[in-house]
Nanobody, 114 residues
């Protein structure tokens, strides 16, 4: 069994920054690709960013140039640095990791006030 624990969400003013972390623990040999998704009220969950074990990344167009995904393979941890936050970034952010199969974290709330 694998657990994903997110941290770093909160309330921030527009233009501010937050850094999310997600640590994978449990029965892990290695973690393959990892990612962040978000879900705003009344909307479907959407991809924010993903990163392979080797460090290749891809981003949603809406966050390119503002968000940066990174990972520490030794710690089985993925990060999301979010800069220049906008009210439309408000959502619950979920971590996702591929460890034989895909696992999800419980989510962390990010609220951006205008």
């Amino acid at each position: 069994q694998v657990q994903l624990v997110e941290s770093g969400g909160g309330l921030v003013q527009a233009g501010g920054s937050l850094r999310l972390s997600c640590a994978a623990s449990g029965n892990i040999v290695s973690v393959n690709d990892m990612g962040w998704y978000r879900q705003a009220p009344g909307k479907q969950r959407e991809l924010v960013a993903r990163i392979t074990r080797g460090g290749n990344t891809n981003y949603a167009d809406s966050v390119k140039g503002r968000f940066t995904i990174s990972r520490d393979n030794a710690k089985n941890t993925v990060y999301l640095q979010m800069n220049s936050l906008k009210p439309e970034d408000t959502a619950v952010y979920f971590c996702n990791a591929n460890v034989i199969r895909y696992y999800w974290g419980q989510g962390t709330q990010v609220t951006v006030s205008s």
